[in-house]
């Protein structure tokens, strides 16, 4: 006998199983004046004389008459937009365009935001403890304002790192009509005093150069002209963000955004089209058109966010060379939507594809680059034709993935940025899935070969990303012998957090330490790149292995394996384990304690509705 959740079962506590809240609703095919009824939610607050009070407040926020009340679908327009960011500044007009447009259809708009937290500011910072929690609260903030208003539908406009992942999981949570409009990528900007085009990563390296003094000119000879290192390192802040749009390379943003793309839930090119680009005001105008017909049709979100579908987000995310995160919030996303998504096929799935971008950080290349060339569609194109990709699939045009892609133009002849498939960078993906005594659990890494394939070091551990950040800053980190550094207690719990370490990474990689290989419980920014291993799971503050290493302890990284495990016996490991004492937890009150209580493991996703 199974329990219903609220009673028990022979006088035993029920067992609960884990559901979203159900709304009552209008039946798809209702009709009403002899017209499909699309106001499935919202007619219980407008039908008749049912809800007056709700009446009466939608009529003072705008509902023109009782005709539009009764008939007049509600469509939710959230956007994280806030003035604080390039990645989202813009998304407010971006809104604006899209209401307009949804009005035209005949339905009503109501247009609202939620939070956002700046990656590229807080990096480094307390602040970016914030980050990855700001994925839930974003999940959290549209999923109760679709479900407490009634909302019929959702168009959700997300700008920087976290924010894609977040609207989707609301939309997996609330499973009504919806689609994603990217805020789009940041055009790349050019430094004069380098001669070269630089983006937010360069700030991050060119720091690292600054510290230990190697940031300097081309072909300086070190004359009376020659720009100082402050002086270039001025210029690279002033000019790396041009304007409006998210980090250019294939970093978190775009790699999200192109997955979620390739999953169904954005309309064709929509991760391609540049913030500034007339184009991507045009998409918000096809948007409107787009949750018509998923409307009509009733297409929702868990239609599309099928096992098949997320196969296909990863596969984009392999051949394109994408963020580690993506790991973190594709399994995310998934269990949102209840797909049986796990750690393994991300292995599975980079085993089979070919890298084939040269994209930032580790390529020459940037996403509005990838766009003069036909974008992510042509991308997409290219592997459907070769079998890669399953073109069959629903998307949120009615129309399936080849469908979209069918009539967008193939590669430019001639193009480098997108290699052939016979002749990748690398014949495998870049993302591998990490074991061993150090992560039983899983850990993440990005290797795209050029780093190489195995690395061993002597253990450097800091049991927090600042003491790392004040030892590169003071210049502490020798060039010799081959170090594994260690950054631990920064997990989802621990840190809490789970912050990226772009400022550390991008240093070493600025400074030239090329005997450095990185490992932690915590997270990497998309624009890291090197020998760099993140999500380790069990993460520090659960008691998991990374807490057990001392200083000296020799690691190995071997990608070839799959293997981060330090050269320690089992005995060894039990008597560390019987002396280690839990750290007191660094925050107790606030967002960042509420989200230390409830979050999960980095191989589940990190999610904070699980328990």
């Not at 500044?89 to 939070?115: C, D, R, S």
Request: glycine residues 10%.
């Amino acid at each position: 006998m199974v329990s219903n959740g609220i009673n028990g079962v022979n006088g035993h506590a029920p067992v609960q199983e884990m559901k979203y809240l159900e709304f009552k609703h209008l039946p798809h095919g209702a009709t009403r004046k002899g017209r499909p009824a699309l106001n499935k939610y919202s007619s219980t607050l407008t039908n008749n004389h049912d809800a007056p009070g709700a009446k009466a407040m939608l009529y003072a926020a705008g509902v023109p008459n009782e005709e539009t009340m009764q008939d007049a679908p509600h469509i939710g327009i959230a956007s994280v937009w806030w003035e604080g960011n390039p990645c989202n500044m813009h998304l407010l007009e971006l809104a604006k365009t899209v209401k307009e447009n949804v009005k035209k259809q005949g339905f009503l708009a109501w247009q609202y935001n939620t939070i956002g937290v700046s990656d590229g500011i807080t990096m480094g910072s307390e602040g970016m403890r914030f980050s990855l929690q700001s994925r839930e609260i974003i999940a959290d903030s549209i999923e109760t304002v679709t479900c407490a208003q009634h909302h019929d539908a959702c168009i959700a406009i997300p700008g920087c790192d976290k924010n894609m992942p977040g609207v989707v999981m609301a939309m997996a949570r609330f499973n009504r009509p919806a689609i994603m409009i990217y805020g789009g990528t940041i055009m790349a900007s050019f430094s004069h005093i380098l001669r070269k085009r630089i983006n937010i990563s360069t700030c991050y390296e060119a720091h690292g150069a600054w510290t230990y003094n190697t940031l300097q000119q081309p072909d300086d000879d070190g004359g009376d002209t020659s720009a100082t290192k402050d002086e270039i390192l001025t210029d690279i802040e002033q000019h790396a963000c041009p304007g409006a749009g998210a980090c250019g390379g294939m970093y978190t943003a775009n790699t999200m955004a192109a997955s979620i793309e390739t999953l169904g839930l954005a309309l064709p090119g929509s991760s391609s089209t540049p913030a500034t680009s007339p184009s991507k005001m045009r998409e918000c105008v096809r948007a409107a058109e787009a949750i018509k017909i998923c409307m009509e049709r009733n297409i929702r979100p868990r239609d599309i966010m099928t096992r098949a579908s997320f196969e296909n987000a990863l596969v984009i995310t392999m051949a394109l060379g994408g963020s580690t995160n993506a790991v973190l919030h594709l399994l995310a996303m998934a269990a949102a939507a209840e797909v049986d998504l796990r750690i393994a096929d991300f292995q599975r799935v980079s085993d089979r594809i070919p890298y084939i971008a040269d994209l930032a950080p580790a390529g020459r290349y940037f996403m509005s680059d990838l766009y003069e060339i036909g974008g992510i569609p042509a991308v997409q194109k290219l592997l459907i034709a070769a079998g890669l990709l399953n073109g069959s699939l629903l998307t949120v045009t009615g129309k399936t993935l080849a469908q979209n892609v069918e009539s967008w133009p193939s590669l430019s002849q001639g193009q480098t940025m997108i290699r052939p498939l016979d002749k990748p960078l690398k014949p495998s993906g870049h993302i591998t899935i990490l074991h061993g005594n150090i992560a039983p659990g899983g850990a993440v890494a990005k290797l795209t070969g050029k780093e190489g394939l195995t690395f061993t070091g002597q253990a450097m551990v800091f049991n927090k990303e600042t003491e790392l950040n004040a030892a590169l800053n003071a210049g502490l980190i020798p060039h010799s012998p081959d170090l594994v550094i260690v950054v631990r207690y920064e997990g989802p719990a621990g840190g809490p957090g789970m912050p990226e370490q772009l400022k550390a990474s991008a240093a070493i990689k600025g400074a030239g330490l090329k005997n450095i290989a990185l490992i932690t419980d915590g997270r990497y920014s998309g624009a890291s790149h090197g020998f760099i291993v993140g999500h380790i799971v069990p993460e520090a503050a659960a008691g998991g292995p990374i807490a057990l290493i001392k200083n000296a302890d020799v690691i190995t990284i071997d990608a070839t394996r799959r293997v981060v495990e330090v050269h320690l016996s089992d005995a060894e490991l039990a008597a560390r384990r019987a002396a280690w004492v839990p750290p007191c937890r660094p925050v107790t009150r606030g967002a960042l304690a509420k989200y230390a209580a409830l979050v999960g493991d980095a191989s589940h996703g990190a999610v904070t509705d699980m328990f």
